[in-house]
């Protein structure tokens, strides 16, 4: 078993190219701990989740996936969640809604996936990302995890 893990334990960035033979890029992963107050602000104080990674560089938003640790207090209003740029608030993800997720009695997870559109998504060079809410709950006292996965292209 421990030859097999070895063998599985390349980086991406050893195992994917693009048509050039260069290769795509490391997937990164960071866990952030957002708590109950922070999640009633999100609207004006926006959560990074990833700061910008430099001049010369753009983040590529993989996923996120969503952990509500539930307490004992439901989220009272219609609050959807996006991950967006930071400085060019552009929309990374498509929206989770309040009642697919904050509005749970019992413990929760979602995946964010990437917004797909047929133009593709433009994002701004040295630029994180953040998540960002769309309505501000009053009650609710649950905090969340968040494990966003993303690649940094350097362009230097």
């Not at 509005?103 to 701004?124: E, F, P, R």
Request: hydrophobic residues 40%; proline residues 4%; charged residues 20%.
């Amino acid at each position: 078993m421990p030859a097999r893990r070895s063998n599985m334990a390349y980086h991406i960035a050893e195992q994917v190219a693009d048509g050039d033979g260069v290769k795509a890029g490391r997937v990164f992963e960071r866990e952030i701990e957002i708590s109950s107050a922070e999640i009633k602000l999100l609207v004006s104080a926006p959560k990074e989740l990833v700061p910008a990674p430099g001049p010369g560089k753009v983040i590529e938003f993989v996923s996120a996936v969503l952990f509500l640790d539930y307490n004992s207090t439901t989220y009272d209003t219609n609050t959807s969640l996006t991950v967006q740029t930071i400085t060019g608030n552009t929309a990374l993800s498509g929206a989770v809604t309040a009642t697919n997720f904050l509005h749970k009695t019992a413990d929760a997870y979602t995946v964010m996936q990437v917004l797909s559109t047929v133009a593709g998504v433009v994002t701004d060079v040295n630029d994180g990302i953040e998540l960002v809410a769309i309505g501000i709950p009053a009650t609710g006292n649950s905090p969340m995890k968040i494990k966003v996965s993303y690649r940094v292209h350097d362009f230097n």
